[in-house]
């Protein structure tokens, strides 16, 4: 079961420009409650409350009930927004969830066992090509993070989204041949891989100073064998 987090909203009859900055004024951020073929309520969030959620981290992907006047609403944030220079929220819209709704969520990558990879032990770097995986799943399961098992990972090494297991219900969005992870080389290596293959093919070569063929003409210069004794003329005489 997703973990579910309350936040307090009142009403904001008045919406447009002059009405948000007058919240914003009174240390209220506005916000939009929409979906499930409901009309949708405009309502403000106390400033303080929401940053909180907002630094405690994934916040698109939790559920929350919001209490409006004694009535709560489920929902899911969709969008925000920030000021650009300080930082401070400006506005909120959150998705009402109705009974057994399924919603598109972009749930994070958490990478496990980096540490023990034979290639990050040989001097080779953890990589995460892909941060984070679009999953369709029911509204009340959905995965704070999805786990990616780099442990035999060698130099040059990566994992796919076919080599993962993904929460039961859910349904991938993210293209099914996706690399999640590689293990990238040190600097220097491939160089090294080139140098060491190119000494092991001169090898043979160098150390092969081949004799001269049986018969062959012995070199120039060379002073061919002494000749086999010839035995006298005429053969032993008789005492």
């Known amino acids: 079961m997703a973990t579910v987090k309350e936040l307090k909203a009142t009403a904001r009859p008045k919406a447009g420009k002059g009405a948000a900055r007058a919240e914003r004024r009174a240390g209220r951020v506005p916000a939009v409650i929409y979906g499930n073929n409901e009309p949708p309520l405009t309502i403000s969030l106390d400033d303080r409350e929401l940053r909180q959620c907002l630094q405690a981290g994934r916040f698109l992907t939790t559920i929350h009930d919001i209490d409006l006047d004694g009535k709560k ?3 899911i944030p969709r969008d925000f927004s920030l000021d650009p220079v300080r930082d401070f929220p400006l506005h909120v ?23 023990t990879a034979p290639g990050v032990k040989r001097g080779g770097t953890v990589n995460i090509v892909t941060h984070a995986i679009e999953l ?13 098992d ?12 076919t080599q993962i297991t993904l929460p039961a219900n859910a349904r991938l ?16 290596y491939n ?4 140098a060491a293959a190119a000494g092991t ?39």
């Open 93 to 115: 819209d959150f998705l009402r969830l109705g009974q057994g709704a399924k919603i598109r969520v972009s749930v994070p990558l958490h990478v496990l066992n980096a540490e």
């Open 73 to 75: 609403h489920r929902v």
């Open 136 to 148: 369709e799943v029911p509204a009340d399961n959905i995965p704070q993070f999805i786990e990616a």
């Open 150 to 161: 780099v442990g035999k990972l060698e130099i040059n090494g990566s994992l796919h989204i």
């Open 173 to 188: 969005l993210t293209r099914d041949d996706a690399t999640l992870v590689t293990v990238v080389p040190p600097s220097g």
């Open 201 to 239: 093919a001169a090898a043979p070569a160098a150390g092969a100073a081949a004799a001269p063929a049986a018969g062959a003409a012995p070199a120039a210069g060379a002073k061919a064998p002494a000749a086999a004794a010839k035995a006298p003329a005429g053969g032993d005489k008789k005492k």
């Open 191 to 194: 160089e090294e891989l080139k």
